[in-house]
């Protein structure tokens, strides 16, 4: 039996091994805030040493450690990063959940908990792809390296960002593979530039009855708003590569078709979301602060600068408004060539159990790929569905969840052994 028969083997025959890791990892608490990864961070531990394979830590936070593993092939060739993160949202009101948030559940042929989708179930897919290319090394040419991280969901700072910049000679590679998720219609080779800013609003403030004597923070920061939502009508100057591909009419279907009607042009302008709004005291007094926390997603094409030159033009309109930036410095919006050997067989794997091609797209969210690709390091995102990521009774399908790795391990071997 060939190398690649085997992987197909051990695909398949390993289907309950692999299914019952997931429910173990999402049994496990790793919400974030706080984000503690310590136990999750044992888990992987222990299934690399029952495989054999080395791998050590790096936690710059001590709860939030990463992992890296690597092995080389028996020839030159590529290195293969795989990246995923043990981290997830926080669970909210565990009251209006129908299960247990961590329960590990199946239930409908979907496995039942917080971060089962983002990203749980991709995370645990590429450990998998990872044990299954080691025991084959003698028939891979290049190297493979699993990054298992911590902090993705509050910026990765202390994840992937840190390992990109403190330990570049191991994880940087020729290629990254990441499964957050995205839709099975779709392979991600570019996402927007996340772009958070909090704006307050400070006046002297008052009673209600005397409107006179001093504006409403509330209301300054309502007109702040209308003004700030008119950034969206920015135009990003996109690469002739980005545009081709979006501009395909069977691109832009199934962008709608894996992310909602819509989506299509939500992926080419700005968005503007404003997360967090405090203001006021109480009901009859004129609110002398209000806070906004807002996200800006800019898409490929639209630099940081000029978003933050457009803002600060409106806040010239309203002294009494302040800006500052949350995790400054930040990545711009970026994006791998869609035409990448790794886009081929990632579609090829893939339709050959879909019976269609996924499709090239930029994605909505983002992933820490982005900090890959701004070393210059090419990166991919295929993912199970995206629906109901952070949101109550979150779940994942296992059968999109088998499907995943699959396409993963075999685009994997593909890359790593010359297929064409």
């Not at 936690?59 to 890296?68: D, E, G, S, T, V």
């Not at 997603?297 to 309109?317: N, Y």
Request: hydrophobic letters at 40%.
């Amino acid at each position: 039996m060939g190398g690649r028969d085997r992987l197909v083997h051990w695909l398949d025959r390993e289907r309950d091994r692999q299914l019952e890791f997931l429910r173990a990892f999402t049994r496990i608490d790793t919400c974030n805030p706080p984000g503690d990864t310590t136990e999750a961070a044992d888990l992987f531990r222990r299934f690399l040493d029952d495989e054999g394979i080395g791998h050590r830590t790096e936690a710059p936070q001590a709860a939030n450690p990463n992992l890296i593993s690597s092995f080389a092939g028996a020839k030159d060739g590529h290195h293969l990063v795989l990246n995923g993160h043990l981290d997830v949202f926080p669970v909210g009101d565990a009251s209006r959940w129908s299960r247990l948030p961590l329960s590990g559940d199946i239930v409908d042929g979907r496995v039942h908990g917080r971060g089962t989708v983002d990203m749980k179930c991709g995370t645990t897919a590429l450990l998998f792809v990872h044990a299954y290319l080691h025991r084959l090394r003698a028939e891979l040419r290049g190297r493979v390296t699993l990054t298992v991280v911590s902090d993705e969901e509050t910026g990765g700072r202390w994840g992937s960002d840190w390992l990109v910049k403190n330990c570049a000679a191991e994880v940087l590679g020729d290629c990254v593979l990441n499964t957050e998720p995205s839709g099975v219609q779709t392979v991600r080779f570019g996402e927007k530039s996340i772009y958070w800013l909090r704006f307050r609003i400070a006046v002297p403030g008052g009673h209600s009855a005397y409107p006179h004597t001093s504006p409403s923070a509330n209301k300054i920061a309502a007109s702040l708003i209308k003004d700030l939502e008119a950034i969206e009508g920015l135009a990003p100057e996109e690469p002739e590569v980005v545009r081709r591909t979006l501009d395909r009419p069977d691109v832009q279907t199934a962008i709608d078709r894996s992310l909602g009607a819509g989506a299509a042009g939500v992926v080419r302008r700005v968005s503007v979301n404003i997360g967090v709004m405090q203001g006021g005291v109480k009901i009859n007094m004129l609110p002398a602060e209000c806070v906004l926390d807002v996200d800006f997603r800019l898409p490929v094409g639209l630099s940081r600068a000029r978003l933050l030159k457009a803002v600060q033009a409106i806040v010239a309109r309203h002294p009494a408004v302040t800006c500052e930036e949350l995790l400054a410095g930040g990545p711009e919006a970026n994006h791998s060539d869609p035409t990448h050997e790794m886009v081929g067989h990632l579609v090829r794997n893939a339709a050959g159990r879909l019976g269609y091609e996924p499709k090239p797209i930029v994605s909505l969210g983002g992933t820490d790929t982005r900090f890959w690709r701004v070393a210059g390091v090419p990166a991919f995102v295929y993912g199970c569905s995206p629906a109901g990521m952070g949101g109550i009774d979150e779940s994942v399908s296992i059968e999109e969840f088998h499907h995943v790795l699959r396409v993963h391990a075999l685009s994997a071997w593909d890359y790593l052994t010359g297929v064409r």
